[in-house]
């Protein structure tokens, strides 16, 4: 059995390859950027009115002589006199002999003519050529995660497909005799299967989208073959049940028989403790716990720093912070403790709840308490390292 650190640090040593792949922009959202992006274009491409209002040439005088218009989406480009201007609107080319455009607040215009009420500084209201960014120049670094703004900056340079991180192909292997899909009447004898929908949900939510989910019965032949068809097509396996010690927990026994490495079983924390890792080649295998809450604890923890890393993201583990406790935890076991928890401004709770099996608590839960196996006590007030359930 090894420590919640020593678990973190095997787990962080992985991947040690990447996939990328071409996505559409509109596809995008989310993605990390696996290289750099160059612009192709000046933006914006040529001088920009930043307002509605009139372009001229600058000078002394306060009247000026209508001479044309220009609004968005125009290409003429008009050759003004000295004391003529151009009606133009936000958007629209400032023609090159202009150096100024007015608000139309600051002018009155009678007919063909403006008469100037408050003069604006040389070269007011233009956005020059190049100026948010140049042709060649980088757009976007590679490891930039693509929200919507970055989206919407890479589309006005006609950028339309750009190359990623590939996000993980996953499958989730359920395994258990007692379990039953949710929709029918509920045998004797049998549990509503959660773990698969649970953790689909929690992939969704950080931009897993290719995700298989395949049902077992405890038999080692089912669970043998079904892994093997697993490691020659998916990234990463989550398995859930089936790891611990009893007569028809065959998933350990299926996995090394699949010739998948070993790379750590058993955790000293509470819940969570009988978590299996390992890997063949460059698919990664998690074997959680079958009780949901454990299952829940021990993805949040360990298999979701992989799946950030392997998506190209910077920080991959969930925010951890300092928070004044408002409950006294008593640690007699020796373990590291992951206690779902309610955070709030700098103050936190235990809620009651805390068994390994209920996801009710886990509900109202935004954050888990970590206390370290060699804390025996927090008293009330203490401060404590808090992770905030946020995907």
Known sequence: MISVKTALAII??????????????????????????????????????????????YSDKDKYFIVGESKAGDSNNHILKEGEAVRIFTGALVPDNADTVIMQEHVEREGDKIHIQKMASQCANIRKTGEQIEAGAIALKKDTKLNEAAIGFLACLGITTVSVYKTPKVAILVTGNELQKPGIDLEQGKIYESNSIMLKAALRKVGVKDIEIIRVKDDYKDTKT??????????????SGGISVGDYDFVKEALLENDVEELFYKINQKPGKPLWFGKKENTYVFALPGNPASALTCFYIYALPLLRKMSGYKHNHLQKLIAKSKSAIKNPSGKTLFLKAKLEGGSVEVLHGQSSAMLYTYALSNALICVDFETAEVKIGDEVECIKLEL
Not at 42 to 55: K, L, T, V
Not at 226 to 239: A, M, R
């Open 12 to 57: 962080s040593e992985f991947p040690k390859t990447y996939h990328f792949e071409v996505v559409s922009l509109n596809e995008a959202l989310n993605f990390v950027l696996s290289e750099d992006v160059f612009s192709p274009i000046n933006m914006p491409p040529f001088r920009q009115s930043a307002m509605d209002g009139y372009a001229f040439k």
């Open 226 to 239: 079904s892994i093997e068809n697993v490691l020659n097509t998916k990234d990463l396996l989550l398995v």
